[in-house]
């Protein structure tokens, strides 16, 4: 997406991932040696969620504060440079797999703009606009994969790194930074249901080297406790206990979670059979859909990849993050907190030359 600044004589200056979630925050800078990232600092900090309304930066202090004293207390390893990569929610983006002629430079821009303005129902000049070409399409046309952004969001992020002494290189939506963490997997080859649990919702895409088609559905980990706490009556603290430590798997509770969570799980199992009914209608000489991966700090929840297996009648499971790079010498996160830093690894993975 779109950048800051330009620094085109530093595109091998290193940067770091920052990635603002809904009342909390991670950072992690990874460097490159070999193929393997190796995590030389990373962090996490909470502020009241009432700092974000709806994607916007609403209270910057607040958020710059959480941020100041991460940085100064309680970082694990370093953090070396003041260049960031951001993450914008998917949820509150725009996206769309259009086909094209075989255009370039501005004609294909003006071709996509001509197009978004037909799809999105905000005016274009509200928007960062940004697109990929993903593939040749039939006849002498081509596959681009467009995202518009509310300017207000990524310029609210924005101006919060600029009162923090950070240049912002680079934007990417949550989706994107997943997308590019698993392309650290060993099975990234095949045609994948990429699922990112955020605390407000859950993104869903099929990736097959990069995204092809993207969507959002109301159901991350705040959701589900949510849920746990109304139906069985309890505690905000009760009801994340109760996530955590029972989730879905056998339990005297099992049948009063899953009654909780159904409603929810059904929803994102019907827009996963949708997208790949989409993608098989559109690619009918690419190959099938054979696995889905869950990451993101939503994901830890027990039993749910079996439950999405059993369910969808397809190989199912969770991504840990923390199995792609190396970290020697720096103590990682507790197992249950391993999978919230996907999105800000996946952002760190960015190296320089691809954002320019």
């Not at 607040?62 to 070396?80: D, Y």
């Not at 259009?98 to 996509?112: F, H, M, R, W």
């Not at 749910?304 to 720096?330: F, H, I, Q």
Request: net charge neutral; charged share 25%; hydrophobic share 40%.
């Amino acid at each position: 997406m779109g950048t800051a600044k330009s620094t085109h004589f530093f595109k091998d200056r290193p940067l770091f991932g920052f990635d603002i979630g809904h009342g909390s925050l991670k950072v992690m800078q990874t460097e490159l040696r070999g193929k393997t990232p190796h995590i030389i600092g990373y962090g996490s900090a909470r502020f009241d969620p009432a700092a974000i309304d709806d994607g916007v930066v609403a209270d910057p202090k607040i958020i710059a504060k959480a941020a100041q004293e991460l940085f100064k207390k309680s970082m694990i390893g370093n953090i070396t440079t003041n260049r960031v990569v951001l993450a914008i929610p998917a949820y509150r983006t725009f996206t769309r797999l259009i086909n094209l002629p075989d255009l370039s430079g501005k004609q294909l821009y003006e071709a996509v703009s001509l197009e978004a303005e037909q799809y999105i129902p905000v005016p274009l000049e509200e928007l960062y606009l940004d697109y990929e070409i993903v593939g040749k399409g039939k006849e002498d046309t081509i596959d681009v994969f467009a995202v518009a952004v509310p300017r207000k969001i990524v310029d609210s992020q924005i101006k919060l790194m600029e009162m923090l002494g950070l240049e912002t290189v680079g934007v990417k939506t949550t989706i994107d930074a997943a997308g590019k963490l698993f392309l650290q997997d060993k099975q990234s080859d095949v045609p994948t249901v990429l699922i990112d649990f955020g605390s407000l919702s859950a993104d869903v895409a099929i990736f097959d080297q990069h995204m092809l088609v993207s969507g959002t559905v109301s159901g991350g980990g705040t959701v589900f406790t949510n849920r746990i706490r109304d139906n069985l009556h309890v505690t905000d603290a009760e009801a994340q206990i109760i996530k955590t430590k029972y989730g879905l798997g056998p339990s005297k509770k099992q049948h009063e979670i899953q009654a909780a969570l159904e409603p929810v799980l059904q929803q994102i199992s019907q827009e996963i059979r949708r997208m790949i009914r989409y993608y098989e209608d559109r690619y009918e000489n690419k190959r099938k859909v054979t696995q889905v991966v869950t990451l993101g700090g939503g994901a830890n929840i027990i039993g749910l990849a079996e439950y999405l297996t059993d369910n969808l009648r397809m190989a199912v499971r969770s991504c840990d993050p923390w199995m792609y790079s190396e970290y020697k010498g720096l103590q990682p996160p507790a197992r249950a907190d391993k999978s919230m830093f996907a999105t800000v690894m996946g952002l760190s993975l960015i190296a320089p030359k691809e954002l320019f």
